[in-house]
């Protein structure tokens, strides 16, 4: 959604600079949402996000029409100039060698790293997924720190479209659609448990590049996308089957 709405707004010329801004507030403030669902109406995190995943992809198609928010087209250029820097952001690179986007992955692996593993709120974070009554009883407030993370993820969701969008060009409604089982694979793969508190960044990056690697090298080997849904489908059963095995026996 965050991207559809930026690319309606810098193709009125809206500046981009405030097009982006405001998607990513649109993100935090979703994210916001979806902790007040969890924390007051007590819906389970995994439903309450599916469900706002369908109400999101749903506001995005409207917005549009269904249709293709396209960024490449000459009257894009003509509405708004600075559509060009955009997308450069996306396929241009650092001294003409290094991706940006490369780049940006690196960085946002170290900040995240720093914020989860060295920040009193990454700690509290952790507690509140492992043990929220004892989390609670050593004065962590649970419910703060629920939202704090629904709208933290919320805004790096957007921050994310809008990477994407900046290298595709182009964005519609359905962009990203079954993208939620690879992040949950990768995550479970790199360590992070389903019952929460377990997890660290170089396991969920490493996660993510196994899951890379997997979905690279069945296109390759020339496996069809149906059976690639079929594979990444046992995948998952087996990361759960395999951290639920390990929480048992601990």
């Known amino acids: 959604m965050a991207a559809m709405f930026s690319g309606t707004l810098m193709l009125q010329g809206v500046p981009v600079w405030a097009a982006i801004a405001l998607s990513l507030l649109i993100g935090a403030a979703i994210g916001m949402l979806n902790g007040l669902v969890v924390t007051m109406l007590h819906v389970p995190a995994m439903l309450a996000t599916l469900g706002m995943q369908y109400v999101v992809r749903g506001l995005a198609l409207i917005i549009t029409d269904g249709g293709v928010v396209n960024l490449m087209t000459p009257s894009a250029g003509r509405a708004n100039p600075g559509i060009a820097d955009f997308l450069s952001i996306g396929s241009g690179k650092l001294f003409g060698i290094i991706p940006n986007m490369a780049i ?3 960085a946002l692996f170290l900040l995240a790293a720093f914020f989860f593993h060295k920040m009193l709120l990454g700690f509290q974070m952790r507690a509140v997924g492992g043990n929220p009554a ?3 009883a050593s004065g962590i407030s649970s419910g703060k720190v629920k939202i704090i993370a629904f709208m933290i993820m919320g805004f790096f969701a957007s921050f994310a479209g809008m990477l994407n969008f900046s290298f595709l060009n182009s964005v ?3 962009m990203g659609q079954g993208i939620e089982m690879d992040v949950i694979a990768a995550s479970i793969i790199g360590g992070a ?3 929460g508190g377990e997890a660290t960044m170089p396991g969920t990056v490493i996660g ?6 997997l979905r690279t090298g069945l296109v390759f080997m020339g496996v069809s996308a149906y059976l690639q849904m079929v594979f990444i489908g046992a995948v998952i059963i087996f990361a759960v089957a395999a951290d639920m095995w390990t929480k048992r026996n601990k």
């Open 134 to 136: 004892a989390a609670v």
């Open 208 to 213: 993510v590049l196994i899951m890379g690697v």
């Open 193 to 195: 448990s389903l019952s």
């Open 172 to 174: 519609q409604g359905t």
């Open 104 to 106: 940006i992955f690196v």
